[in-house]
């Protein structure tokens, strides 16, 4: 199988250990085990001693009964644990849908941009791949429109991905509406990787395309929202109980079952969530604000102000590729940044902000000031 280089990965293991100012990062700022135990409200050595205990079986194959309704807890009243598999994260469940739905004869669209497993996985087995672009004039939401051009009768899947990576737009749900429509239009499943979902700028919930497809899909991972990228945790959710059943054959030979250790933690997590959401949501609220401010105060950059997840794509105002950008960055200032070149959007670097408040204001500072020094 020839694929292409996974350039945002790539970039990340290549320098995100060298930096001084990780602005990269985007994982809202990890929590350590002695502080989930602690919402928990349970005594640190006590759990320790516990979990010392436990025997490194398989497990649960399917996850444990308190990991599936922690993840069920999360959506609507219509998401149950029969709808959910557990994966190695999100990684693991986007590679395991796409390679369990998509055929070399098969087209699907893909929004760009997006996390590059969703196009690049379809084209390396052989399928079409049509690229719904996204753009800052219609504020990184899908075209409805162009996406009825895109689809036809051998369209497989639609891809969304909301709140969006990089740019940390969130599809409405009336539109989102529109393009589970377009997809019954040509039975076409909808997956959208939500894997920055669950914690919303008041407080209201975020709804999920499983909540309102019958054919949606939904990723999501203990990663970004909830601190815990340690835990290689991910999840599949769908109503459609077809497709579980041919994702639990195929998860038979690539997953068979995640870690317990990683199950117990995660499900700990999830019982307490209502704690980590609202430390979460003080530190997203917070280093948004913080992000506006230096846009707005620093001619040389513009952006679409994120309304959800961790990330914001800004343009600058210089004649320079991305990733020379980038790469002089680091080296004259310590900051890493994205280059927007890994999401095929030139011109532009992805900035996580989710994560601590004086360490993103100094990094923001410093990129100020070398944007000053180029012509």
């Known amino acids: 199988m020839d694929i292409k280089t996974f350039k945002v990965e790539r970039w990340m293991d290549d320098y995100e250990t060298k930096c001084k100012y990780n602005l990269a990062e985007t994982c809202i700022d990890s929590l350590t085990v002695r502080e989930i135990v602690e919402m928990a409200g349970l005594d640190v050595a006590e759990y320790m001693n516990e979990l010392a205990d436990t025997r490194l079986t398989y497990s649960h194959i399917g996850g444990s009964p308190e990991l599936l309704d922690g993840i069920a807890s999360l959506y609507s009243d219509l998401i149950e644990p029969k709808h959910i598999i557990p994966m190695h994260g999100a990684i693991g469940a986007n590679h395991h849908i796409l390679m369990t739905l998509i055929d070399p004869s098969d087209n699907m669209v893909s929004v760009m941009p997006t996390y590059q497993q969703h196009y690049s996985i379809p084209e390396s087995i052989g399928a079409e791949v049509r690229i719904l672009n996204l753009n800052l004039e219609n504020h990184f939401l899908p075209d409805i429109d162009r996406l009825k051009e895109l689809v036809d009768e051998n369209t497989k899947m639609i891809t969304m991905n909301s709140p969006n990576n990089p740019s940390g737009s969130l599809i409405p749900k009336d539109v989102m509406e529109q393009v589970i429509e377009v997809a019954r239009s040509v039975d076409a499943y909808v997956l959208c990787d939500e894997v920055y979902r669950g914690i919303s700028e008041d407080g209201s919930y975020m709804y999920s395309v499983a909540d309102l ?115 002089r960055l680091i080296n004259e200032t310590g900051v890493l940044f994205t280059p927007g070149e890994c999401f095929e959007m030139e011109g532009s670097v992805r900035i996580g902000y989710a994560f601590d408040s004086k360490v993103l204001q100094k990094g923001l500072d410093l990129f100020a000031e070398f944007l000053k020094t180029i012509e």
């Open 213 to 327: 497809y019958e054919k949606g899909i939904s990723i999501g991972s203990m990663s970004k929202s909830w601190s815990m990228a340690g835990v290689r945790l991910g999840w599949i959710v769908t109503r459609d109980m077809d497709l579980i059943q041919r994702c639990h054959e195929r998860r038979d030979y690539d997953t068979i079952s995640c870690a317990v250790i990683d199950d117990k933690l995660a499900a700990l997590a999830l019982a307490n969530k209502d704690k980590i959401i609202e430390r979460n949501r003080a530190i997203l609220n917070t280093n948004r604000q913080i992000l506006d401010d230096w846009v707005n105060a620093t001619p040389e950059v513009y952006y679409q102000r994120p309304v959800a997840g961790t990330t914001a794509l800004v343009y600058y105002k210089k004649d320079m590729p991305s990733r020379e950008l980038c790469d």
